[in-house]
């Protein structure tokens, strides 16, 4: 790779990758391009038909924090409230129920990390949940599996289309009888969509990271190097050039943030505050906050958690990254 960009297929308007920092930050920066649905990019490479995953198409055309489109940045200022309240009520319950999670894990089996996070987080987004409906943990039901990563071999696509419409017809159903703004629905969906597999990827690579090299696991290092969210999609809102790209109206474009630490990096130019997680720009990620204080509670228990529990199985992390459909 020498340029800071590369085309993902040969169409009229391929789909492009963007890995160069300057590039990036011009793209993510720029007032010519707006959020996109990479889940119809999604679809379209698996060739998944229109039926396919209809339930998450609407939470990108719905929620106010995924809004794609042009009304993305008026609807975002909108609801961002709502995020602040969740974010005042984690701080609350996550150090205790942090603490108690590793208050139960059994002391005399060997713990495999990954399930562990898995776990945890699972608890997490359950309990953000509850919380916020005013009832009990149990009553949420189950949580998607993988649903960004369609072709990873323990999620099936009907498995998570499933689960997420039962999730929203629970959310609906009980904020119905509570009198609330149905609109509130999406939010808490798109929490879970946005924010479930990058915080349980983030946390399994700080857990699988080589002992010399974890350091103090702390939250903004972790977010950087593990960099899990897989893209950053926005769509061309116009005809327009920036360098030597050269980008046509609708044209979708995906910013990759691991690729664009790797590049980073590979140029000297690493460092723990000049980081792509989250995006850039007008339209970065909302839930900066709640991934942070997740990251360091968790890590603040495990620290103690691992002197005085010896059996943890050596597992390895790799990252559920695929670029096959390049080939296509």
């Known amino acids: 790779m020498s340029q800071e960009w590369v085309m993902l297929d040969k169409s009229t308007h391929p789909a492009i990758l963007v890995?160069?920092?300057?590039?990036?930050?011009?793209?993510?920066?720029?007032?010519?391009?707006?959020?996109?649905?990479?889940?119809?990019?999604?679809?379209?490479?698996?060739?998944l038909s229109n039926q396919?995953?209809?339930?998450?198409?609407?939470?990108?055309?719905?929620?106010?924090?995924?809004?794609?489109?042009d009304e993305h940045s008026q609807s975002r200022k909108t609801f961002s409230k709502k995020y602040k309240l969740i974010e005042?009520?984690?701080?609350?319950?996550?150090?205790?129920?942090?603490?108690?999670?590793?208050?139960?894990?059994?002391?005399?089996?060997?713990?495999?990390?990954?399930?562990?996070?898995?776990?945890?987080?699972?608890?997490?987004?359950r309990t953000i949940l509850a919380t916020d409906l005013g009832v009990s943990v149990s009553e949420i039901p189950s949580l998607p599996p993988k649903l960004f990563f369609l072709t990873h071999p323990l999620a099936k696509v009907i498995d998570v289309e499933d689960r997420l419409r039962a999730l929203k017809e629970y959310l609906e159903k009980t904020m119905l009888?509570?009198?609330?703004?149905?609109?509130?629905?999406?939010?808490?969906?798109?929490?879970?969509?946005?924010?479930?597999?990058?915080?349980?990827?983030?946390?399994?690579?700080?857990?699988?990271?080589e002992p010399a090299s974890r350091g103090t696991w702390e939250a903004k290092s972790l977010l950087r190097e593990a960099a899990a969210v897989n893209f950053i999609g926005r769509r061309a809102l116009e005809n327009f050039s920036i360098g030597n790209l050269?980008?046509?109206?609708?044209?979708?474009?995906?910013?990759?943030?691991?690729?664009?630490?790797?590049?980073?990096?590979?140029?000297?130019?690493?460092?723990?505050?000049?980081?792509?997680?989250?995006?850039?720009?007008?339209?970065?990620?909302?839930?900066?906050?709640?991934?942070?204080?997740?990251?360091?509670?968790?890590?603040?228990?495990?620290?103690?958690?691992?002197?005085?529990?010896?059996k943890i199985a050596a597992v390895k992390y790799t990252r559920d990254f695929n670029l096959t459909f390049t080939l296509r």
Request: aromatic share 12%; hydrophobic share 45%.
């Open 19 to 47: 890995y160069g920092k300057d590039l990036s930050i011009a793209l993510l920066k720029s007032d010519k391009v707006a959020p996109t649905n990479f889940i119809e990019y999604y679809k379209k490479l698996l060739q």
């Open 52 to 69: 396919n995953l209809p339930t998450i198409d609407a939470i990108f055309m719905c929620s106010p924090v995924l809004l794609h489109g």
């Open 88 to 125: 005042e009520n984690l701080q609350n319950w996550l150090p205790s129920f942090t603490s108690e999670f590793f208050s139960l894990v059994p002391g005399d089996e060997e713990i495999n990390p990954i399930k562990l996070v898995a776990n945890y987080i699972a608890g997490i987004f």
């Open 177 to 209: 009888h509570q009198g609330r703004d149905l609109s509130e629905v999406w939010i808490l969906l798109a929490i879970i969509v946005a924010g479930f597999e990058a915080l349980e990827g983030t946390l399994m690579y700080g857990l699988t990271k």
């Open 246 to 310: 050269t980008i046509s109206k609708n044209q979708e474009i995906y910013v990759c943030p691991s690729l664009v630490h790797r590049y980073m990096d590979a140029k000297n130019q690493a460092n723990i505050n000049n980081s792509f997680s989250f995006g850039k720009g007008a339209h970065t990620c909302i839930g900066q906050v709640i991934s942070t204080a997740v990251i360091n509670s968790f890590f603040a228990e495990w620290s103690l958690f691992v002197e005085r529990h010896p």
